[in-house]
């Protein structure tokens, strides 16, 4: 298989665990495990204790599944296949739907498997291009108008990595009866879900709109629990989960067992889960928001409507390359440049759900001021 390098993921090779703050993770702040394990009902509590760590079942362990299940409107635990974290969801959905004479539509600038993986497969991909001028917004008739008749998936991420754009109720189910109209399927990415900025309640998912429909799904963003490794597809469409089984088959086989017993822990105790995240991330979106307001010559953004990660511009005049490696040597603080998606304006990714913001941010001001940028 002939696959391009995963640009961010490069990046995060080399730099990830070499830094003292990380402005740019898209994960939240993840949970200690004595502190997850707290939450536990008894009969979970009873499973951690008894638990024996052999091979689990290929599918998923029926009760993650039960509870995964639960996070959609229409689907049963069988519309749910287990994954080693979204990662491999998307390598193994895409790898089974595409192929040569295959076409794809995808958002862009953003995560780069989605479409990596995509012409890996063989197929034809047509980025959908995201513009800030437009609040990085999805333009559904735009998108609709480059389905042709080859055209197989529809893939978008929402709330996205790594602009936080987040589409209105009503442009999600324009995209969707338009993907049903054409007999196209939807891949929504939807890991950032359960996130959504300033009170606004979630997308319908994906795969409760339609039943060939696929969200992806995974506990390493909005449930702060990214070393887990648990991700998923979730469908109505069973035949194409058994070909994704299958294909897993060749992966990882099945899930790591104290992950899913952890993963069933934190789906069980959802409401605090996400209230913790969501108490982490509302803070430093209004602190970044302040931080910019107070220094325009640094950059400015297009700010997020969900979701844990930004986009922000630098100003006209700083190269996005050149300020990232300058400002990790100085103060070792990692922001992501644009070109890590590929992209070639002038941005650089922030994240929103670390509980070091604050102190990154007196990093970056002082790198600023000892500069004169802002
Ligand atoms: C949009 C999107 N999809 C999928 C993933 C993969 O998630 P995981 O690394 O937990 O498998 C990421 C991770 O950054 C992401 O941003």
């Known amino acids: 298989m002939q696959i391009a390098d995963f640009a961010l993921e490069r990046f995060f090779a080399r730099w990830e665990f070499a830094v003292r703050h990380l402005l740019c993770a898209s994960d939240v702040e993840a949970w200690p495990m004595a502190d997850l394990l707290a939450l536990a009902d008894e009969p979970t509590r009873a499973r ?35 994954f080693s974290g979204a990662e491999e969801a998307i390598f193994c959905l895409l790898t089974v739907l595409l192929g040569p004479g295959d076409h794809a539509i995808v958002a862009w600038p953003g995560y780069q498997s989605l479409y990596e993986v995509a012409r890996a497969a063989g197929a034809e991909v047509t980025l959908h291009e995201l513009h800030e001028g437009d609040g ?47 007999g196209v399927r939807l891949v929504a990415d ?34 702060a629990l990214a070393g887990l490794r648990i991700g998923w597809l979730a469908s109505r469409d069973r035949d194409l989960l058994r070909r994704c089984a299958a294909l897993k088959d060749y992966t990882t086989i099945c899930a ?41 010559g640094f950059a400015s953004w297009v700010r997020p409507a969900g979701g844990s990660v930004g ?18 040597e100085a103060e070792g603080v990692l922001l992501m440049p644009g070109s890590a998606f590929g992209h070639p304006g002038n941005h650089v990714r922030v994240g929103l759900g670390r509980t070091d913001l604050p102190i990154a941010l007196e990093r970056l001001a002082a790198f600023l001021d000892g500069r004169g940028i802002g």
């Not at 108008?145 to 990595?161: E, G, Y």
């Not at 890991?191 to 390493?220: N, T």
Request: charged share 25%; with cysteine.
């Open 48 to 82: 951690w204790d008894g638990l024996c760590l052999g091979y689990t079942e290929s599918p998923g362990d029926p009760q993650l599944r039960a509870e995964i299940a639960t996070l959609y409107d229409t689907l049963a635990a069988d519309d749910t296949l287990v």
């Open 136 to 182: 990085w917004s999805l333009d559904v008739e735009r998108l609709v108008a480059a389905i042709r008749p080859s055209t197989r998936a529809v893939v978008v991420n929402a709330p996205h990595n790594p602009t936080g754009m987040l589409p209105t109720a009503a442009e999600w189910r324009a995209l969707g009866e338009a993907c049903r109209d054409a």
């Open 190 to 223: 939807e890991v950032y879900r359960f996130l959504e900025h300033g009170g606004r309640a979630p997308l319908p998912a994906g795969a409760d709109l339609d039943p060939v429909f696929v969200s992806v799904g995974v506990l390493s963003k909005s449930f």
């Open 256 to 296: 790591a067992a104290p992950s899913e017993i952890l993963g069933l822990v934190a789906l069980r105790s959802r409401d605090a889960v996400l209230a913790r995240s969501r108490a982490i991330v509302a803070p430093n979106l209004e602190r970044f928001d302040a931080f910019l307001a107070e220094r325009p």
């Open 311 to 328: 986009f922000p511009r630098l100003a006209a005049g700083l190269d996005a390359d050149r300020f990232v490696a300058d400002l990790v």
